[in-house]
């Protein structure tokens, strides 16, 4: 069942005017969640609110929190939310619930002036972002089904879809090591690359089939003890909120590194995150009904199959991915949009992707990252990742200047950006995730 509350108001206004703009994608409804940093460059914990940072730990020392709240705030006292998010849900609901009523416009005026004066509230665009959790492990799945059969087509035209593929959410466990916040360089990795024939030996250099993939990632709060699975019916209590999530993709060195075991060289040297974490609690008005299955698809294994997550599991996720180039930084001229899709495109939900992961006794630890996998729709303007999009190269995008790109260059920076809409409630947003790829 979705419960909604106060927090969920679309009549809800902040004393922080920017709070209040139809563009924002951080209203009083959503308070996402991250780690920020001001000149002082010490790590702290805050609740993005318009063109502002709501700073936790002051709000704490001033006594403004009580309760779950303040043991909340007590836990993210140590720059990172692990401890935080090991608390479970309970907690964190509570304290997004008074972060709002501190931020309602109902308070006095007065707060906004008595705010900035005591260091309450820090402008966005002069703080620093940080990795949100100190990632210990990262897993990444591959439920978009449209993404699955697009580059199935492409690497594997024998078998686009594996013959699993409707029964189990498929997965393997990444590279938590190079999981880094939004903003940063994505250096062109070496690999070895196919030969153009089978029988000669294959090169060694930079990738030249340099990808992204547009993914959601959600984040674990309180984790299980090894050997004690999560029913499929709690799963949900375990995911604590989401985020965006870049997979960057070497293709080449992919295509040739797959078999047998998977992605290896070609997704280890970089996953990039938003660096705000959208509860889920403010995400409870975009949840929607599991992707419906078609009349021929299995049912989901008994341990996969909870009838609230199939009413309730989606979430309605508008995303879209932008593009740069230095000749168009060169130019002032902004990232172009060049795809849209929704997380509505997942085949497996969250929580049965959690389930599964957890099913043979694996224990997920707080601030565990999972991602989705990337999230393709069913049109060609919805295809995820230049892989799919160009087909494989041979159709390159065009760009408004003139430039066109089958896989990604030096100097180009990519920007993912959601949000969610629903009539009769507010919008919000996930900020952004962007990188530059240099050589």
């Known amino acids: ?12 206004r902040s004393w922080v005017e920017s709070a209040n703009q139809p563009d924002t994608d951080f209203p009083i409804q959503n308070l996402p969640i991250g780690i920020f940093s001001t000149d002082d460059g010490h790590p702290r914990v805050g609740m993005a609110i318009g063109d502002f940072i709501f700073d936790i730990g002051v709000a704490h020392a001033r006594g403004w929190l009580t309760g779950d709240a303040a043991k909340a705030a007590e836990a993210a006292k140590g720059g990172a939310l692990n401890e935080l998010f090991a608390l479970g849900r309970g907690p964190l609901k509570e304290l997004r619930w008074q972060v709002s009523t501190l931020l309602d416009h109902r308070r006095a005026q007065r707060e906004h002036a008595l705010a900035v004066r005591e260091g309450l509230l820090h402008e966005r665009d002069k703080c620093t972002m940080h990795l949100p959790v100190r990632v210990g492990n990262y897993t990444d799945f591959y439920a978009g089904i449209y993404h699955a059969r697009a580059a199935g087509a492409l690497l594997t035209p024998e078998n ?9 959410p498929i997965g393997y466990h ?5 999981v880094r ?3 940063g360089i994505v250096r062109r990795p070496n690999g070895q690359l196919p030969p153009s024939n089978l029988d000669e030996k294959p090169e ?7 990808d992204f993939e547009l993914e959601m990632g959600f984040y674990v709060g309180a984790g299980n003890a090894l050997g004690e699975p999560i029913a499929i019916e709690d799963a949900h209590r375990h995911i604590i909120g989401y985020c965006l999530l870049n997979d960057w993709s070497a293709r080449d060195v992919q295509r040739w590194e797959m078999f047998p075991l998977g992605p290896f060289l070609s997704k280890n040297f970089g996953t990039m995150v938003s660096p705000w974490v959208v509860l889920a609690e403010a995400l409870l008005p975009f949840r929607v009904p599991a992707m419906p299955r078609d009349d021929s698809d299995p049912a989901p294994l008994d341990y996969l199959l909870d009838n609230t997550d199939q009413r309730h599991g989606g979430i309605d996720i508008a995303l879209s991915v932008g593009l740069q180039t230095a000749a ?10 060049i795809l849209q899709s929704n997380a509505r495109h997942l085949f497996w939900t969250p929580a049965q992707m959690l389930t599964h992961h957890t099913v043979g006794g694996c224990n997920l630890e707080a601030g565990d990252l999972l991602g989705t996998g990337t999230i393709s729709g069913p049109t060609p303007d919805q295809l995820s990742s230049m892989l799919e999009l160009t087909f494989g190269g041979t159709k390159p995008v065009s760009l408004p200047n003139g430039e066109q790109r089958g896989f990604l260059e030096n100097g180009d920076e990519v920007v993912f950006t959601a949000k969610c809409h629903r009539k009769g409630f507010v919008s919000i947003g996930f900020g952004e995730v962007r ?3 240099e050589g």
Do not use: C, Q
């Open 1 to 12: 069942m979705i419960h909604l509350d106060e927090t969920h108001d679309p009549k809800r």
């Open 160 to 168: 686009p879809l594996p013959v699993n593929y409707k029964w189990v």
């Open 174 to 178: 990444g590279r938590a090591s190079s």
């Open 181 to 183: 916040a939004s903003g």
């Open 204 to 210: 060694f250099g930079p990738s030249k089939r340099l």
């Open 328 to 337: 168009m930084r060169r130019e002032n001229r902004s990232a172009v949009e």
């Open 435 to 437: 990188g530059r790829i």
